[in-house]
């Protein structure tokens, strides 16, 4: 990877380079910087969307390369409301070429933005105005929900790089791209109204509760599901940026295929498998059919999955995951585990519902969660699992329930495995009811 970061020009040394002028100050970009164990000055990241307005050679350290309408402005308010001493924005600090360079660069992020003094996120005026108008509420009741309206448009609480650039510091400002002024404040959001700011919502609650490029895998594609990019390169560069906190070296990763496989390998090597709690078809390869295909992943569903990782080693070709609960099939759920599924879908204790009919209204629940699997749920005898893929009811099968991650409030993602030996069959699903989280196993995948 490269580092380069805009510094303001001493005034006694005319530097003949490109510089840029930022509220009234010349500034200038540092040759690379050893991020081996160099001497690197506190910097700032600045986190914004480009838009779809790009200016063609204006970029004084890249004049080939178009940057954004708003990039200049941008950075002049992060100078006028922070006044940092150094800045890395991403118009004017990523190399353009070599491409290797380039690659590495944007599959560093988690390192750029992790060891930021810290984030600044310009949003539009507008937006910045809500925000304010919002922090001001001191009573729930009171929110207004046009501001919220405002927010759930913003392309800053959509984009695919606002996760990692976020979750990965512990100290972030917002600020308007017009306006002195920042504020400290995450709005609240319901899902069906306010999808994007549900995804905000998750993003702040990461961001305050882990350590950088700790959250698990599972929890990262879920939020990163409910965002939008215009390249599916850029969703796996987030990915990545989200897990690996190290620079990356000569990257050789340049397709769809290959940033995946290069996602799921940084998170084996971290002893995160929460990766396999996704929708997308199983591999082929043997020794690999539990695991996903390489390619575009999707969450089971998109909702806050919690938890620090699904641990599991490498043995062989098999995979070894700790902290699972082993459930199998049941002729119906206890009135123990149907109560966690009644009290998350607010159905209330004195409404007269069937096992069945509560197990269907969770089901049309989870589809608002996009949940894009079987309509056919396996009843274990705490719960409910509903796989990603048809399971014919006669099948022999073992459901095996992550004790380590959860869903808030009503159960947590798993596996069902069908078969014996290299013939096995792997399908995720959700789990939906009571997990006994004294009981737990060790299985070999």
């Known amino acids: ?221 879920s939020n990163l599901d409910r965002r939008v990019y215009d390249d599916k390169k850029n969703y796996f560069y987030s990915m990545i ?18 940033l995946a496989e290069k996602f799921m390998s940084i998170c084996e090597r971290k002893g995160d498998y929460s990766f396999i709690f996704t929708s997308t078809p199983r591999d082929e390869r043997p020794g690999y059919r539990w695991r996903p295909r390489p390619g575009m992943v999707r969450a089971l569903i998109t909702y806050r999955c919690e938890g620090e990782r699904l641990e599991g080693v490498r043995e062989g070709d098999n995979i070894m995951l700790k902290d699972i609960i082993i459930a199998r099939r049941a002729p119906s759920v206890n009135s123990n585990g149907i109560s966690y599924i009644r009290e998350w879908l607010k159905l209330g204790k004195n409404a007269e519902y069937e096992t069945d009919e509560i197990l269907a209204l969770f089901l049309q629940a989870l589809r608002t969660l996009d949940f894009t699997g079987s309509q056919h749920y396996i009843t274990t005898d705490d719960g409910a699992f509903f796989p990603q893929n048809e399971i014919s009811q006669d099948t022999p099968v073992l459901i095996y329930i992550s004790r380590s991650l959860r869903y808030a409030n009503f159960g947590a993602p798993g596996l069902a495995v069908i078969g014996e030996g290299q013939h096995k069959v792997y399908i995720p699903g959700v789990f939906a009811g009571f997990r006994d989280v004294e009981s737990q196993s060790e299985i070999l995948l």
């Open 241 to 258: 940026g989200a897990v690996a906190d190290t620079p990356s070296g000569r990257s050789t990763a340049s397709t769809v295929d290959s």
């Open 1 to 221: 990877m490269e580092l380069r970061l805009l510094v303001p020009a001493s005034p006694e040394l005319q530097s003949p380079g490109p510089s840029i002028d930022l509220d009234g100050q010349r500034w200038i970009l540092t040759e690379p910087l050893d991020v081996n164990g160099g001497d690197i000055p506190p910097y700032v990241c600045v986190s914004y969307v480009w838009g779809k307005d790009t200016m063609p050679n204006l970029n004084p350290f890249h004049p080939d390369i178009p940057m954004s309408s708003r990039t200049h402005s941008v950075v002049c308010a992060t100078v006028r409301s922070i006044r940092p001493s150094a800045i890395w924005v991403d118009a004017f600090c990523i190399p353009p070429s070599p491409v290797v360079t380039r690659r590495a660069t944007l599959e560093s992020m988690g390192y750029i933005y992790g060891h930021a003094k810290c984030v600044v996120a310009v949003l539009s005026p507008h937006s910045f105005s809500a925000v304010l108008e919002m922090s001001r509420v001191r009573n729930p009741d009171e929110t207004k929900f046009y501001l919220l309206d405002i927010l759930e448009k913003d392309s800053w609480v959509e984009s695919i790089w606002t996760y990692q650039e976020i979750v990965n510091n512990t100290e972030i400002f917002f600020i308007g791209e017009d306006s002195g002024g920042a504020v400290l404040e995450g709005p609240l959001a319901a899902r069906r109204r306010y999808p994007k700011l549900d995804a905000f919502e998750d993003l702040v609650a990461d961001w305050r509760c882990d350590l950088p490029c700790s959250r698990c895998a599972a929890g990262i594609i």
